[in-house]
Nanobody, 116 residues
Framework: QVQLVESGGGLVQAGGSLRLSCAAS????????IGWYRQVPGNQGELVAR???????NYANSVKGRFTISRDNANNTVYLQMISLKPEDTAVYYC??????????WGQGTQVTVSS
């Protein structure tokens, strides 16, 4: 089992930057992959970025070149650096841990609001 705590969300103007943090309650070496998802009420959630244990990353097309996912193994934290933010990036952002045996855990989410 793992607990995930997101932080770093907030209100920012278009073109601005934010860095989201996902702190895990255990070593992230034991986690197969950690992803950032976002959801707007009424819409289906989408995968924004994901990083595996070996550091392989993938991104949604809509954020490529603007968002960067990284991991700090010493602090059991995964970050999502977001630059050039757009109003359409407004959503609740969740981090997700993929554990062995297909166990999935979610954080509580952090709101990102980008004003135009």
């Amino acid at each position: 089992q793992v607990q995930l705590v997101e932080s770093g969300g907030g209100l920012v103007q278009a073109g601005g930057s934010l860095r989201l943090s996902c702190a895990a309650s255990r070593s992230i070496f034991s986690i197969n992959a950690i992803g950032w998802y976002r959801q707007v009420p009424g819409n289906q959630g989408e995968l924004v970025a994901r990083i595996t244990g070996d550091g392989t990353t993938n991104y949604a097309n809509s954020v490529k070149g603007r968002f960067t996912i990284s991991r700090d193994n010493a602090n059991n934290t995964v970050y999502l650096q977001m630059i050039s933010l757009k109003p359409e990036d407004t959503a609740v952002y969740y981090c997700n841990a993929e554990m062995p045996y297909n166990r999935i855990y979610w954080g509580q989410g952090t709101q990102v609001t980008v004003s135009s």
